[in-house]
């Protein structure tokens, strides 16, 4: 069974940084192919994909908040942590993190954590 | 900011068959890049309905089906029932943007 879970702070205030911790279980970071990936949905709003990395430690970032974040693993601890800078109120939605299984899946997420809604207000 | 565009609403009487559109462009859905949707029932995480076009996981019942022709995707959904009413997402990869995309995503309602 896949799982995965996030944790963060739930406020924050503008010009923070935001850590963001997804720890899984069901699968293995280290299996070629696999991804960890970071979506995020304001209130009201479609989902946005943040960034990714894989079991290789190829990293991808959306080009529109590439300077801002950072996404490293640590496969021994099965954690995926992501780091969003100088964050803005219009940052304020629910974090996820996703399993990306590649192979036959492509690129779709199969697996989803529950999410962690993270406000940013002063 | 989302360059994939669903329709914001989609509504049916239960049993009937709903389809929603997901359009995209060259550069994503028109390069060739798969198209792969998501349920999300109020309050809840997404779910992978769709993958790679047409594939449903395992354990997503056959009602759902999903189609990609040119610059578009469409998911349909045939014999609606109540627990189908959610917000359902298209996914898929942008070349110009080298990242992946999600659509605005869908609001279904059973009547």
């Known amino acids: 069974q896949i799982t995965l879970k996030e944790s963060s702070p739930t406020l924050v205030k503008p010009t923070q940084t935001l850590t963001l911790t997804c720890t899984f279980s069901?699968?293995?970071?280290?299996?070629?192919?696999?991804?960890v990936g970071w979506i995020r949905q304001p209130p009201g709003k479609a989902l946005e994909w943040l960034a990714l990395i894989y079991w290789d430690d190829d990293k991808r970032y959306s080009p529109s908040l590439k300077s801002r974040l950072t996404i490293t693993k640590d496969t021994s601890k099965n954690q995926v942590v992501l780091t969003m800078t100088n964050m803005d109120p219009a940052d304020t939605a629910t974090y996820h993190c996703a399993y990306r299984p590649g192979s036959n899946y492509g690129a779709a997420f199969l697996g989803w954590g529950q999410g962690t809604l993270v406000t940013v207000s002063s | 900011q989302s360059v994939l565009t669903q329709p914001p609403s989609v509504s049916g009487a239960p049993g009937q068959r709903v389809t929603i559109s997901c359009t995209g462009s060259?550069?994503?859905?028109?390069?060739?890049?798969?198209v792969h949707w998501y349920q999300q029932l109020p309050g809840t995480a997404p779910k992978l309905l769709i993958y790679?076009?047409?594939n449903r996981p395992s354990g997503v019942p056959d009602r759902f089906s999903g189609s990609q022709s040119g610059t578009s995707a469409s998911l349909a959904i045939t014999g609606l029932q109540a627990e189908d009413e959610a917000d359902y997402s298209c996914?898929?990869?942008?070349?110009?943007?080298?990242?992946?995309?999600f659509g605005t995503g869908t609001r279904v309602t059973v009547l």
């Open positions: 996914q898929s990869y942008d070349s110009s943007l080298r990242g992946y995309v």
């Open positions: 060259s550069s994503n859905i028109g390069a060739g890049y798969d």
């Open positions: 069901g699968f293995s970071l280290s299996t070629s192919g696999v991804g």
């Open positions: 790679g076009n047409a």
